[in-house]
Every structure is written in structure tokens, then in C-alpha cells.
């Protein structure tokens, strides 16, 4: 598969910016098919920053997501004829349960196309929400797979296609959480300093930011994303919108090649900066939400708040909303998640370890070089027809990152001869 971008013609140019009339149009048309979201204060994070952060908890939304906004306000907008030939569009989840919502609701058939490394729970909650009216075909490796085959698609059948984010209607209709923001902080009489985004493809960043602009001037509009899949901070720093060559699929929510050639200038002239966040992060993110909030979010619903750190020294005393985009995360990802977590915050090591050749040189490993509150959480020799001659494989889990000096150390002091492979990507990823 290639990865060739197709570009939707069908609708208009790129010179359009979202009118205010047509956002609170959207959000009218909403009220009676979406949730109205909390947006609720976190004791914690406020504590830890200094501010007053409050989640704009999109994960509360029906499909556990924002997607079904501008989703549902493309499709609804759509004429008869244009409903008749069937809906398509390509998703790495969250839109896909959107539309796979709305035509049901409306009694429409659609064909979605999904990248085959979607995680399982976003492609049965798909199906469960299209019902017998939605097609899913898993294509391809990312959304831009997806996104080629599904235009092909639509191209050959003659069917409407509804896109993830460089929409006009989408844009509108995912504005409708700067809406409701603004309302429920008015209703507390609260004004917000900053604005923190997740941005994949840029639609809900180019519709809220486009709101605020217009409502709430004095607010600083700021996108995040994930630091494997930059295509809105590489392009913006290009000055054009530029396709990369390769990404990291993790946040597969906000995992695009290239954003949309509308979303691209409306974040252009409304972010003040897109800030990037390491992956690992992200997890560390999703671990310490779970841990002390109670909140399981997907890797995309955590970037704005994982984003916090990269701001705190400028929100102290502020008023800040973070969005948190969607909730759909796969619960088979948990452990891939936690050793994500722990590698970023320099808790768990790899290395290659080739043991002295006499006996009881293991046992002095155990004894004498691992660390009291040091632990082993994998142990395999390399060679399994000769383990007493062969390299191990060893993971160490340590309680704080401060000990893993101390560990090098005694193992240096022991004339253990070993491979260090958190440093070595190309063993880590071969090994680990």
C-alpha cells in the first residue's frame, strides 16, 4: 500500500473560515442528538499547577468521543439525493463511531474504512453503532491508507463522503464544544486564560479556536500533539501544509500524515503554537488519569493534559481548560501502556547481560548487584540450546529513576559485561 494523500474536492476551497452564525447553528442543531458534557474542575491537576484547570470531558460523549458533533452536523446537512447514495468515510475510530451514530439515527447506509491496526474495541463499537447499516473495512497500516482507499471508493460508488476533519460542516459542528465551554464557565462566572487542544487531522482545533476567537479573544489557543505524528507544528513551521513520510500510530486518535488543507489555515491564523508531546508521556498521562481521577481516556484524550508540563511555568494563577477529546481505549493496549508509562519516566531498563562463565555468577547478580527495591520483570537467555554460555535478556524495574545510576555502577564494579538497550533503538525495538 502507498501512501498517496487524496485530496476531497467536493466541497469548497480552502479560503473558508467558520462563521460564528454557522457555529451556533451547529450547536443548535446539536442540542437534541449529543451530550452536553461536564466541564468540571480537577482538585489535583490545579493543585500540581498552581491554576485552575478544568477537563472538558468529551470522553462523557455518547460515542465517547466529540467526533459525533461534526459528524452528525456534515450528514444532517447533506441533501436527500446526496444521503440517498450512501455515506463514506475513513477513520482511525472516533469519527467512524460518529458517523456510524448518525446514520443509523437517520436510517442511512455508510461504508467506513478503518486502518487494520485500529484497536478491536474501536471496530466493535463501530459495528455496534452503525448496526446493519455500516459496512467496516479494515485497509492499510494509518488513516492516509484509509483515507486513498475510502476516496476510491466513494469515487467508483458515487457516494457522499463525510471527512474526518477538513470539512466545513465537520469543522461547525465540532466547534459546538467551544460553545458549550463558554457557557458552562459563564454560569460560574469564570473566564479561561488558556485553551489546551488535542490536534490530529486540526478540525476540532480549527472549530473551537475559530469560536474563541470570535467570543473569548483574550484567550490564549494552543494545539497539542503527539510528538511521532507532528504534521500541524511541522507544517505550521514550514509555512505550508506538508505531508510526512512516516508517523508513530500510537495516539491513534491524532495519527496523521498530513492535517487538512482548511483546518491547516484556520490553525494558522488562530493557535498561538502547537506544542508536541513524547508518547511516552501521553501514557504516563493515561496512567496517573486512571490512578488518582479516576478517568480512562484513549492516548489522543490525555495529549492536553499531558501538555501541562510543557506550560506550567506559564498558567500559575490562570484559569485553564483542557479537552479531552475521547475515552475509547482498548483495554488489551493496558500493558503496552504501562511499560510506554515507565520507560519515559526512567523506570524500567533493558539490558543484554553476558554473565561470567563459573557457577553462582547469577546468584551474585541477584545478590550483590540488584538494588533492595530493584525488581526483574523478564529474564530469557538468547541462546536457548546453551543458556549457561549465552547473553540474558534482563528488564529491571526500579522505584525511583535516581537508582539506576547506582545499579550501573555496582555493575561496572562486578566487571558484568553489558549492553545498555533503552539507548539503543535498534536492539530495543528488535529485543524489547
Known sequence: MNNAVFTDNTTESCDYYPALDEILTAAQRLKSVVTRTPLVRSENLSERYGAEIYLKREDQQLVRSYKIRGAYNKIVSLTPAQQAQGIVCASAGNHAQGVAYACALLGLKATIFMPAPTPG???????????????????????????????????????????????????????????????????????????????????????????????????????????????????????????????????????VKRVGERTFEICRQNLERVITVPEGQVCSTMMQLYNQEAIVVEPAGALSIAALNSVQDEIRGKTVVCVV????????????????????????????????????????????????????????????????????????????????????????????????????????????
Open 121 to 255: 474495541q474501536k471496530v466493535e463499537q463501530v459495528r455496534k453503532y452503525g448496526k446493519a447499516l455500516v459496512d467496516v473495512r479494515l485497509v492499510g497500516d494509518t488513516f492516509d491508507d484509509a483515507f486513498q482507499q475510502a476516496m476510491l471508493f466513494c469515487h467508483a460508488e458515487q457516494a457522499t463522503f463525510v471527512h474526518p476533519f477538513d470539512d466545513p460542516k465537520v469543522i461547525e459542528g465540532q466547534a459546538s464544544v467551544g460553545v458549550e465551554i463558554l457557557n458552562q464557565l459563564a454560569a460560574v462566572d469564570a473566564q479561561v486564560d488558556m485553551l489546551l487542544m488535542p490536534v490530529g487531522g486540526g478540525g476540532l482545533a480549527s472549530g473551537v479556536s475559530s469560536y474563541f476567537r470570535e467570543s473569548s479573544p483574550q484567550t490564549r489557543l494552543i494545539g497539542v500533539e503527539p510528538e511521532g505524528a507532528a504534521s500541524m507544528s511541522g507544517s505550521l513551521a514550514a509555512g505550508s501544509n506538508e505531508t510526512l513520510t512516516q508517523i508513530d500510530n500510537f495516539v491513534d486518535g491524532a495519527a
Open 325 to 432: 477529546s475521547g475515552g475509547n481505549n482498548d483495554i488489551l493496549r493496558t500493558e503496552e501502556i504501562k511499560e510506554r508509562a515507565m520507560l519515559f519516566e526512567g523506570l524500567k531498563h533493558y539490558f543484554i547481560v553476558n554473565f561470567p562463565q563459573r557457577a553462582g555468577a547469577l546468584r551474585e547478580f541477584l545478590a550483590e548487584v540488584l538494588g533492595p527495591r530493584d525488581d526483574i520483570s523478564r529474564f530469557e537467555y538468547s541462546k536457548k540450546n546453551n543458556c549457561d554460555r549465552g547473553p540474558a535478556l534482563i528488564g529491571i524495574e526500579l522505584s525511583c529513576k535516581e537508582d539506576l545510576q547506582p545499579l550501573l555502577a555496582r555493575m561496572r564494579e562486578k566487571q558484568i559485561r553489558f549492553e545498555y538497550l533503552n539507548d539503543r533503538q535498534d536492539l530495543f525495538r528488535f529485543m524489547v
